[in-house]
């Protein structure tokens, strides 16, 4: 079973940052493209950000493009989106996911490409 897990949501006030963390099973995490995905109530969820295994490929939602960094560190298993300039639309459960396969493709990251996912970490963005 491969685990999953998010760190660093809270509240915020916009215009605020926050940066958030995934770790995942050292094998898993080295091996995969990493994403990010969000979910804000009533709504579907969406992929945010996708980077490759080896960090040459990243790939943004154009809602967050410019605003958000997504990052990851194989040698401390963890991935990073840092999140600057913060709307009250940002507000939404962030999730973490492993991907099938070892790079990013598409625009934007989709629930297809993914096989394994956190519980998620709650951001909200205060107006």
């Known amino acids: 079973q491969v685990q999953v897990v998010e760190s660093g949501g809270g509240l915020v006030q916009a215009g605020g940052s926050l940066k958030l963390s995934c770790t995942a099973s050292?094998?898993?995490?080295?091996?995969?493209?990493m994403g990010w995905f969000r979910q804000a109530p009533g709504k579907e969820r969406e992929g945010v950000s996708c980077?490759?295994?080896?960090?040459?490929?990243?790939s943004y939602a154009e809602s967050v493009k410019g605003r958000f960094t997504i990052s990851r560190d194989n040698a401390k298993n963890t991935l990073y989106l840092e999140m600057n300039s913060l709307k009250p639309e940002d507000t939404a459960m962030y999730y973490c996911?492993?991907?099938?396969?070892?790079?990013?493709?598409?625009?934007?990251?989709?629930?297809?490409?993914?096989?394994?996912w956190g519980q998620g970490t709650q951001v909200t963005v205060s107006s």
């Open positions: 980077i490759g295994q080896s960090s040459i490929t990243t």
């Open positions: 996911a492993v991907g099938r396969w070892s790079v990013c493709s598409g625009p934007r990251p989709v629930d297809y490409d993914f096989i394994h």
């Open positions: 050292e094998y898993t995490f080295k091996t995969y493209a």
